[in-house]
Structure formats: C-alpha cells, structure tokens
C-alpha cells in the first residue's frame, strides 16, 4: 500500500501536512509516490472524512457566501445597478475573514485540550484522523452537558 486509502488509517500529523498544501503526505512512504497519485488519493481520503463527519457549518457558510457573490455579480451585469457592487464587496469581505482564520492553531489547542481531558499526550503521528475527530466529538457533548448542569 503506497497510499493512506481513507481516514481510518491516515496519521493526523499526514491530515494535518495534506490541509496545508502538502498532498504528498497521502503517502505511506512519502519517497514512493507521483503527484497525480496523490490528488487521487487527497480526493478518496477527503470523501471519507465528508462521509464520516459531513461538511462543517464554515465550509457550507463558505459554499453560500461564493454563490451569493456569483448570483450578486450576475445580476449586475444584467442590471448595471452599481448598488450590488456594495452587497459584493460586503461579502467578499466576510469570505476572506473566514478563510484567513487559522486551521492550524485550532488543532493544536484542541489536542492540548482533549490530552487535558483524556489524561495523556495525543501523539499526532499515531492518532488517526478518525480518533482524533472521534474524540473531539465525544469531548464537545461533554462540554453541552456540563453546561446544561451548570459545571
């Protein structure tokens, strides 16, 4: 097996490599490989992930800011109202907010978080990404409990 083929068996350090631009880290080997390879196996990897936990409330935010801005930008070329160059601007403004947060820094925080709560160190390199999501899930229902009990 030269890939990670899904995210039961991928390392989180290698999810974490492949988010920031690094697809070559779909590699078991990361010296054995080719770029398209790796794309293809990004894609499968990434299915898994959207089919296991679906799409996050930022990335559908996302996906409805982009085809507000089309739509906006459509109906100015038709109407010529200079108008809707504000509402476009507006949200282009708030896509890039989104988008220039952080993925990183949050993973980190919630490793040292979820390491707190379990009682040892998450080692990224041997968590695989369903582990590691897995028990993000199970410490965030923890969390709303406490709440509703007031701890």
């Known amino acids: ?3 990670y083929s899904n995210i039961d068996n991928m ?7 492949c988010n920031g631009g ?7 080997n990361i010296k054995q490989g080719t770029i398209e390879e790796d794309s293809a196996a990004w894609d499968c990897i990434y299915d898994s992930y959207i089919l296991e936990f679906g799409l996050g409330k930022e ?3 996302v996906l409805e800011i ?10 100015l070329v038709i109407s010529d109202d200079r108008f809707l160059n504000n509402k476009i601007k507006r ?4 896509l890039e907010e989104i988008l220039s947060k952080p993925v990183e820094g949050d993973v980190t925080t919630c490793m040292i978080h979820l390491s707190k709560w379990i ?13 590691f ?7 965030q229902k923890e969390i709303e409990a406490n709440k509703k009990h007031g701890k």
């Open 119 to 131: 009682g040892y160190r998450i080692n990224e390199r041997e968590v695989t990404v369903l582990e």
């Open 133 to 139: 999501y897995k028990m993000l899930k199970e410490y």
């Open 91 to 94: 949200l282009q403004r708030e």
């Open 11 to 17: 390392p989180l350090y290698n999810w974490r490599m």
């Open 22 to 28: 690094n697809p070559e880290y779909t590699r078991t």
């Open 59 to 61: 990335y559908l935010r």
């Open 66 to 75: 982009r085809k507000d801005i089309a739509l906006y930008q459509c109906d």
């Open 1 to 3: 097996m030269k890939y």
